[in-house]
């Protein structure tokens, strides 16, 4: 077991609590649509294909509209079993490269959206596993931001995501400072510098 794990099975049972018509925080998405989007990206590469191929678009909506009309338990029952065995993803050093950073945020962006949610305790392992995540994604994150970036943890070490003549300094927990790179705006996280280059970080994370 690993974070990413740990994740999907608990993202999981939230769906199974909620229902599929509950609010995430990804826009214009029910815990439907999001549990649509997991299996797609895990088991179904010829719709995602139709993301990137106009050719494919009507597969994608297709497969797409077939898993949403499945009987809520069998979609998430899909997401539960993970990825197939074809799926390099399956694999348990990958799945917590590639998914712990992935499975959390989706996790989050159920919990956040409901109106009692309260912050989890921070576990040491979630947030090494997220601190590495981090590690790899920074600089594809921040790349484009017009300012240097730099994430610091509360015991003071930093990732530096993007150089600049001037930087703007993101501090928070790892978990909170994953939810910032993906763009979510219930990250807590506090910014350090100067006023006009921390708006132009934080516009570049919004229109993404």
Sequence with gaps: ????????????DLFEQLGPDAPTLCEGWATRDLAVHLVVRERRPDALAGKFLKSLSERSERIEDELRALPWPELVDQVRQGPPKWNPMG?????????AAEFYVHHEDVRRAQPDWQPRPSEPEREEALWKSLGRMARMFYGRSPVGVVLRRP????????????TVRILGE??????????????KVTFDGNEADVLAVQDLRRSL
């Design 1 to 12: 077991m690993g974070v990413a794990s740990d994740e999907r099975q608990q993202l999981c």
């Design 91 to 99: 694999l348990a050093g990958v799945d917590e490269a590639v998914n």
């Design 155 to 166: 015991d003071g070490t930093e990732i530096a995501a993007k150089r600049g003549p001037r």
């Design 174 to 187: 790892p978990s909170e400072l994953v939810l910032h790179a993906f763009s979510r705006r219930a990250a």
